[in-house]
């Protein structure tokens, strides 16, 4: 079983940066590939990026390609999500995950196998 925490959420003005932490715990790190995905009130959750165990390779939805930087420590067993440009349409609670599966990164929710409770990130008009 893996522990995630996110962290780094706030409000943040249209065209602004914001950085997201996930630390995880109770389980070797470096098994696990790492996906972040947002959910909006009465939207179904959304795959934004996903990166390999190594960090070598990562993957990224249209909406977020080239302004979205997915990384990962795994000395600090976390995952970053750095978010540069933001609109107001990224306006979600994001959450962190992780797959064990030995396959491609992944971005479908229901591939994932353990999940943090979010943090809400909000971008002002």
């Known amino acids: 079983q893996v522990q995630l925490v996110e962290s780094g959420g706030g409000l943040v003005q249209a065209g602004g940066s914001l950085g997201l932490s996930c630390a995880a715990s109770g389980h070797t790190f470096t098994s696990y590939n790492v996906g972040w995905f947002r959910q909006a009130p009465g939207k179904e959750r959304e795959f934004v990026a996903a990166?390999?165990?190594?960090?070598?390779?990562?993957y990224y939805a249209d909406s977020v390609k080239g302004r979205f930087t997915i990384s990962r420590d795994n000395a600090k067993n976390t995952a970053y999500l750095q978010m540069n440009s933001l609109k107001p349409e990224d306006t979600s609670n994001y959450y962190c995950a992780v797959d064990a599966s030995p396959w491609t990164l992944r971005s479908k929710a229901s591939e994932y196998d353990f999940w943090g409770q979010g943090t809400q990130v909000t971008v002002s008009s």
């Open positions: 990166i390999g165990r190594s960090g070598r390779s990562t």
